[in-house]
């Protein structure tokens, strides 16, 4: 079964600290791996996906197949990266596989 | 270029009663998909259509169900209604229907059952 889990519902850091938004999946075959965030009164967007293996707003994700793991990391946390933060999975059946979500809340 | 647009906005409705939800996608996308994003259960995938077929179904009964126009125009319709279908259905669009394509997100219609 495909399964993507982020064991942190909320996580809190200082501006300036680093952060690892963790996400791990369950998955047998190849998949593709997503970060969508959603700022206050915003919808949901795309934030990276795997297969680009880009930098955004700072933000990095490395796919780890041996821990099945894709965690969100940044350096240095800044204000407006306090957000919701969703790790996603598309396996073979195309079907976007959602975890339940990381509250990042960066404190001045 | 328009994002994705879904109407109402919000919905109260009552138990028992139906309800269609609409979700214009961006022009050019032909792939629409719903998802049903509750605090419990989080953003669960509903169902995708793509050129006016079901294209992709997620875990939910038969009282939850979709079409697709010629335009890409999509409704979702929900059934003689239950408490717990309280929640922010989302749709989002996307070119293509397969892994690689990135999707778009409209900003949601929240539904409340009393």
């Known amino acids: 079964a495909q399964r993507v889990t982020q064991p942190e519902k909320l996580l809190s850091v200082f501006k300036g600290a680093p952060v690892e938004l963790k996400c791990n999946y369950s998955y047998s075959g190849s998949p593709e791996l997503f970060w969508y965030v959603q700022y206050s009164r915003q919808r949901l967007q795309l934030l990276l996906r795997h297969i680009s293996r880009e930098s955004i707003k700072g933000f990095t994700a490395d796919l780890n197949k041996g821990e099945t793991s894709f965690h969100l990391k940044k350096p240095f946390a800044q204000e407006e990266d306090s957000a919701m933060y969703y790790c996603?999975?598309?396996?073979?059946?195309?079907?976007?596989?959602f975890g339940t979500g990381t509250r990042l809340q960066v404190f001045p | 270029k328009a994002g994705v647009t879904q109407t109402p906005r919000y919905l109260i409705k009552t138990r028992g009663q139906q309800v269609t939800l609409s979700c214009s996608p961006i022009s050019g996308h032909r792939s629409v998909s719903w998802y049903q994003q509750t605090p419990g259960q989080g953003l669960q995938f509903l169902f995708e259509y793509f050129s006016e077929t079901q294209r992709n179904k997620g875990n939910f009964p038969g009282r939850f169900s979709g079409r697709q126009f010629s335009n890409s125009r999509s409704e979702m319709n929900v059934s003689t209604l239950e408490l717990g279908d309280s929640a922010l259905y989302l749709c989002a669009s996307s070119k293509n229907s397969g892994k690689a394509d990135e999707q778009y997100f409209g900003p949601g219609t929240r539904l409340t059952v009393t």
């Open positions: 996603a999975l598309r396996g073979n059946t195309d079907k976007l596989i």
